[in-house]
Structures are given as C-alpha cells and as structure tokens.
C-alpha cells in the first residue's frame, strides 16, 4: 500500500527532521515546556547554576575549567534529552506532512434543497456546516466527512488508505460513511456532512500524528510520579552529603554535588520517555491506524482478551465447496456434471466457489447450452438452475430442493450426509436433476491460513481470544475448534457483545475488538480497544479509538503487539537507566572521598585516572547515553509473544545487567580518552 510504503520508507534519521529537531530542541529548553518533565527540569536548573558558579570562578581568577566543563555536558544532558522528544515529533511532522497534501482548498456544491440535486451553490470545505447537504459527481473531491444519503458511486480513498483500489459507496447499510479529501471516481453521491470545520476525521489524523493532541497515559503519568520522587529521594541524599563531607574533613563543590546529583537521578529514561510514547503512535500510523490517544495504544498493551469476528477475520468470509457427496447409485461424476449445471444461474460467491470446486476436483469445466433457460438463484427461492431440452437442474438448499421435487422423503444415507456436514460446522446444498436426488454439496467457512498459529502465539502472551458469530451454536463450535479460539459467542446480537464484554471489564480484564457497524457501535464504545474499520459507518468510527484505514479486522492482533512494544520498550528502557547508575556510584563516590577515606580506593575497580576525570567521564556518558538509546526508543524493543515471567528474565538479562556493564566500559573508555587528552 502506497502509505504505508511511504511511511516505512521514512528513515529512522532524515536529514532535514535531524536539521529541524535540532532548532526544536534548543527551543524546548524553554523552562515553561521542561516543567513538564521533572527529571530534565532539575537537570537544568542545576546546569543553569553550574554556569554561574562557573563564570563567577572565570571573573574572580579562581580555577573554574571544571565547573564549566561540568556545566557544559550538563547542558548537552538536557539539549540530548530534548532532542530525543524533537526527532519523534519530527518524524510525526513528515508524516502529518504528507497527509495535509491530501487536504485541498476544495470547492463543494452545497444543495439549497436536499430534495432536488439540480439547486446548488458553490461553497468552500471550511464553510460548510454539520448538516449540510452537498453534492459530488464523478472527478469531485468529497469536501468534508459525511455520510451518504442518496446515490452510489466508486470512491477513491487513496489519500486516506493507500489503497488504490476504488471503493463502493452508497445510501444505507454500513458502506455509508465518506471521508473528505477522497474522490468521486464515477457516478454520484448526495452526502450529509457530518463534521464541522477543523474536526473532520483528516483533521485529527493530522493533529495527532504531529503530537499536538498527544495526551500522557496513565502508565506515564505513573512513571512520571515515580521519577519526580527518585529525584526528591536523591536530592536529599546528596545534601545530607555535604554534612558528611564536613564531618570527614572534605570539602564538596557545587559542580562535583552537581554531578552527582544528574548522575544519580534517572535521567536516561526522563529524556526518552516522551519519545517513546510519540514512537508508540508513529508505529501505529505506520500499519494504518490511527488512534485518538496515547491511552489506547497503552490499553493494547494490557489487553488480555480480544473479541474477532468469524465472517472476514477468522474464516475467508465466504463459504466455499469442500465436497460432492453423491446419493444412493449416482456417480460423483454425474452429481459434478449435475451440480455445475445447476450452479450457472448462482452468481454469489458460494456458486462461484462450487463451479471453481468442480473444475479444479472433476476436471468439469461450466459451458451453457445456447437454448438453455437460465434459472438464477433468489433468496426467495433459495434455488438455482438450469432448463433446457426438457431436462432441469436444481441446486439450493435441502428443503428448497426436497420441495421441488415434490415433497418425497430423502434416503437416509442423503439425509445421514445432510446431518454430518451440519455437526462440522458446514452448510449443506442439495442438488436434483428431473425430479431424482442426486447428492450433496457440502459448503463450509474456509478458515484464514495461519490464523490457528496466531492464536496460540496470542495464548502464550496470557491473551485469551473470543470469536463472535451469528452462525448457531453447533456451527460456531466447529469453527472455533478448528480455529483454535480459546471461547467463542453464537447467534451473537449487538446486546450479547456488549454484556459480555462489561462482564469481562468486571472480572478486572481489558478487552479489545474490531467492528464496522452500526449495531457495532455500543460495544466499540465500551471495550478498552475498540478498533473501527475506515469502511464502516460513521458511528463505528466515533465509538470506536481506532480506525484501521485498510479496514482490515485481523489488523487488531498486529495492534495488540504494537501496544505490548511500546510497554516493552518503555519497561526495558526503565531498567537500563535504573541499572546504569549502579555504575556511576563506583565511579564518583570513590572520587568525592577517597582523600578522606583511602580505604575506598577499593571501589575504584575500573581504575579511573583521577578523582576530576572520574566525576567527568560519569557525566560525559551520562550525557552520550541518552543520544545513543534514541533509535532504540523510537524503533521500539523487538516483541516476542512469550508470557510475562520470560519477559521480565529477559528484559533484566539484557537490559538490567547491560545496565550495569554498559557504563562500566563507558565510563572507563572516556576517561582514558580524557587522559590521553590531558584533560584528566
């Protein structure tokens, strides 16, 4: 698909995101923007004081090299954690970028009266009112989102999907909504706007893809609480140190205290924590889909039940041949040559499937008599067929056949067959020739390939899959064995959906689902993810926060995987700045007070060269790591679908002891490049 090809094309760095997200990043050294994250806040206002300490010891002939040193990596602490956010944003930019060149100055024809499509008037997009009645022929632009009130027309919604492919849309039924900034490719449509000016559903794609209505999750907002008292919780550490300092004899700098303090406080993940959450929607946008919050890429991640369709989700969403069972003293030959016969006047899917069954499986391949009659398949008659040369052909369902043929009873082995394919899940089709039985067609729902593997990789992430279905109980538990769904909920209403997922809400679970209905509606509105198709209706769309613009139901597992990476990846990230500092105590404890206390040297096991370049070189990585985890945070921690102990051995294998080994070479590397310097 054209976008999401555009999208992946996007590089992790672009040359002029990288040039604007540097301008972004010295504008958000504005401490009215930093006050937001309380980390990075502390952390300037400390480099702030530094540089004055710094410039104070410069005016005054007093040593001030170090302060100023400590003070200008300080400050790239900040700058690379700013950084981090502006690059996110940037990339988001690139693509809200893209999507506004969908968005055109587009001329509308207003109706004056809804009645009569021949009285309009010119009016420009913005200036139309929820409620308005426009008009769009062939080559026009849909000038706002709306819903079709009268006509069908092929819709081009490449601007919005990628998709090239025309879509179908029309009055009623669930293939009603129109989006603005698509086209009419042929025929008409009289549209009823439903979006006021600056709300229309292209508008808020681009709002949120650029951040601008980006609101913190509940799991940030956490994170946030907790980082703010890891940076009460040390700042008042490194005070008390001062009075120990003085009862030892040693006297501490504001720039060394300074230090300390930046290299105690979780920095690394305050500085990508707001990129992270950005990457999170930008990955979505990415597979097409657009979520109205960072929450409900969140709740993805904690979702432990998820509600699928059968019909287009699990199974194909037709039902297709799968077997010729003949009567009693008939061939399967003759029941194929019978059954294509009487299938030429069934134009749906199905019919299309048997005659597909009979040529692939008999090698008999549909060819019409000139003179033959042609009886085409109703759903009134449920019957379909074929008169020609005084012979006829029936095929339909048991009771439509048994009925043309006048009521007489079927032989039991004919009957036997009927209620097998019933027990699996099946739909049987009787066929007849001159008012003899022939035999059986036995038509089921394909289920999708792979889609059993899927589940059971679901089942190992402790996610519990439910397949809704109007089918009746016997069919939907044939198809949910063979699917390999956990439960699964027949003769399903728009009632039966939403009880049971507020019963479900009840247990203390998260629920996600897909829909693209009306009567899909209230149970969208409920559900943690309800996940609308941009095919459906526009109530679908509203309940619903989010679209797939693909209109894709299986997308919803993918979504479920991109909310568990973005947990994933804020969790690992978490660890690996918790674990690093670890490090940076081996590294400046032992500098403060190893003149007071030899006995510390002891400490110093990565052999630093002198207190001044240990307190340095910690604050040089502590800088560098921030710049150096960007792409991991915008690219996200690789997802694997094991259960949750296994992914918290791995994430403290890798990203807990990484944490801890990590700066040590770190560390240890920059100080004897600050040696070799003479800087040390």
Wanted: with cysteine.
């Amino acid at each position: 698909m054209a976008t999401h090809a555009k999208a992946a094309a996007l590089a992790l760095f672009d040359g002029p995101i990288l040039s604007r997200a540097i301008g972004d990043a010295v504008r958000k050294l504005d401490p009215r923007q930093l006050a937001r994250n309380p980390v990075i806040f502390v952390t300037e206002v400390i480099s702030a004081l530094v540089t004055v300490l710094g410039l104070r010891n410069a005016a005054s002939g007093t040593p001030w090299g170090f302060a100023l040193a400590i003070a200008a990596f300080l400050w790239l602490t900040v700058l690379f954690a700013t950084f981090a956010e502006a690059v996110a944003e940037g990339r988001g930019r690139a693509r809200a970028n893209s999507l506004r060149r969908a968005r055109t100055e587009t001329l509308a024809k207003r109706l004056l009266n809804p009645a009569d499509r021949a009285l309009f008037e010119p009016a420009r997009a913005n200036e139309l009112t929820v409620g308005d009645h426009v008009l769009v022929e062939a080559g026009d632009l849909i000038p706002s989102d709306g819903e079709v009130v009268e006509g069908m027309a092929s819709v081009n919604e490449s601007a919005i999907t990628g998709e090239s492919a025309p879509v179908i849309r029309e009055a009623g039924g669930d293939r009603s909504a129109v989006t603005g900034g698509t086209q009419i490719v042929s025929d008409w449509l009289v549209v009823r706007i439903t979006a006021a000016p600056g709300a229309t559903f292209l508008d808020r794609m681009i709002r949120l893809v650029e951040g601008a209505e980006r609101r913190k999750t509940p799991n940030e907002i956490a994170l946030d609480i907790l980082l703010a008292g890891l940076t009460i919780i040390f700042l008042i550490a490194v005070v008390t140190l001062v009075g120990l300092a003085r009862y030892s004899g040693t006297v501490l700098g504001v720039p060394v205290l300074a230090a300390l303090l930046v290299c105690l406080i979780p920095t690394t993940i305050g500085g990508l924590l707001s990129a992270i959450g950005i990457a999170g929607m930008d990955r979505l946008v990415r597979f097409n889909v657009m979520a109205t919050s960072g929450r409900a890429v969140e709740a993805a991640g904690d979702v432990d039940t998820l509600l699928l369709d059968k019909t287009g989700t699990i199974t194909l969403g037709n039902r297709m041949a799968a077997a010729f069972i003949p009567a009693p003293g008939v061939s399967e030959r003759e029941l194929a040559e019978a059954v294509v016969l009487a299938s030429l006047g069934d134009d749906t899917p199905e019919g299309r499937s048997i005659l597909a069954f009979a040529r692939d499986r008999y090698a008999v391949s549909p060819t019409r008599p000139e003179t033959a009659a042609i009886v085409p398949f109703t759903a009134q008659t449920r019957l379909s067929g074929l008169d020609h040369d005084g012979h006829s052909w029936r095929k339909g369902a048991v009771d439509s056949v048994l009925q043309w043929l006048g009521g007489a009873d079927a032989p039991a082995a004919f009957t036997a067959a009927v209620e097998r394919i019933a027990r699996a899940g099946g739909t049987p089709l009787a066929v007849a020739r001159d008012r003899q039985l022939l035999g059986a067609i036995e038509l089921k729902d394909i289920v999708k390939s792979g889609i059993r593997e899927r589940f059971a990789e679901l089942r190992r992430m402790g996610i519990r899959t439910v397949m809704v279905t109007g089918d009746n109980r016997l069919t939907a538990a044939a198809i949910a064995s063979e699917a390999g769904v956990d439960d699964f909920i027949a003769e399903a209403t728009p009632q039966d959906k939403l009880a049971y997922i507020r019963r479900v809400q009840g247990e203390g679970r998260l629920v996600a689902m897909a829909g693209d209905g009306t009567n899909d509606a209230p149970a969208l509105a409920q559900a943690d993810v309800g996940m609308a198709m941009q095919t459906g209706t526009q109530a679908a769309r509203e309940a619903g926060n989010m679209v797939d613009l693909d209109s894709d139901p299986t997308k919803l597992i993918e979504v479920v995987e991109i909310g568990k990476q973005l947990l994933i990846t804020r969790g690992a990230l978490t660890t690996f700045s918790i674990a690093n500092d670890i490090s940076k105590y081996f590294a400046i404890l032992p500098a403060i007070f190893v003149a007071a206390y030899p006995e510390l040297g002891a400490l110093n096991v990565m052999h630093l060269a002198s207190p001044q370049s240990a307190i340095l070189a910690a604050v040089i990585f502590n800088a560098l790591i921030i710049v150096a985890l960007v792409p991991l945070a915008l690219r996200g921690v690789r997802f694997r679908p094991i259960g949750a102990a296994a992914l918290l051995r791995r994430n403290l294998l890798v990203y807990g002891l990484g944490g801890i080994v990590a700066p040590f070479a770190g560390i240890k590397l920059i100080d004897m490049l600050l040696a070799l310097s003479g800087l040390a």
